[in-house]
């Protein structure tokens, strides 16, 4: 199983940052898994902006949430992340993960892909 | 300000014990949802080392164990190796915040 970020490393400030992960040796369609977006601004500690299942449910930080929309492509086995108005602070590394859950919110995350690092700034 | 509160850093010497805390409230820990850990080495991938309070995961060594009491958790490494030296996250879930939670993480130096 492999997960893998991709999505542009600058994003100026207002405008809405785009993430895709694409899932390769698992089916994203698997009963019990969502799928999540993490987040690590620098020199700070890891922040949840959400999951998603293949059937579109989906969880998100309150904090987040005003501003985004996580999606799901079984076609191409792909989720993604889209924030919107973002500034300096959304600046981080961006993190995908696998997610154990039948909904309960006792998930965790258990296989994680390398992470994308996106840069808010003008 | 973290919702789970660990130490900033911990360290030990080679072959030694060490143990990093996490501390929650009633509101997560103490609610009775469970408590996660992860291990994360710079621009590596993080990767989980015990799930739900104790358990772990196929091919992390037994030399990781984890707890969980009250609003309090703690991860406990034995026979500490150079390979050991990472930051490490707790991770609960919030029914306040209805929000998944991280501790602000540890750092785990091995003298």
């Known amino acids: 199983l492999q997960l893998h970020e991709s999505g542009p490393g600058l994003v100026k400030p207002s405008e809405t940052l785009s993430l895709t992960c694409t899932v390769s040796?698992?089916?994203?369609?698997?009963?019990?898994?969502?799928w999540a977006w993490i987040r690590q601004p620098p020199g700070k500690g890891l922040e949840w902006i959400g999951n998603?299942?293949?059937?579109?449910?989906?969880y998100y930080s309150p904090s987040l949430e005003s501003r985004l929309t996580i999606s799901v492509d079984t076609s191409k086995s792909q989720f993604s992340l889209r924030l919107t108005s973002v500034t300096a602070a959304d600046t981080a590394i961006y993190y995908c993960?696998?997610?154990?859950?039948?909904?309960?919110?006792?998930?965790?995350?258990?296989?994680w892909g390398r992470g994308t690092l996106v840069r808010v700034s003008s | 300000q973290s919702v789970l509160t660990q130490p900033p850093s911990v360290s030990g010497a080679p072959g030694q014990r060490v143990t990093i805390s996490c501390l929650g409230s009633s509101s997560n820990v103490g609610a009775g949802y469970d408590v996660h850990w992860y291990q994360h080495l710079p621009g590596a991938a993080p990767k989980l080392l015990i799930y739900?309070?104790?358990h772990r995961p196929s091919g992390v060594p037994d030399r990781f164990s984890a707890s969980k009491s009250g609003t309090s958790a703690s991860l406990a490494i034995t026979g500490l190796r150079g390979e050991d030296e990472a930051d490490y996250y707790c991770q609960s879930y919030d029914i306040t915040l209805s929000d998944s939670v991280f501790g602000g993480g540890t750092k785990l130096t091995v003298l």
């Open positions: 993960a696998r997610t154990p859950s039948n909904g309960d919110p006792n998930w965790y995350f258990d296989l």
């Open positions: 040796g698992f089916s994203i369609t698997t009963t019990n898994y969502y």
């Open positions: 998603i299942y293949f059937t579109g449910s989906s």
């Open positions: 739900g309070n104790t």
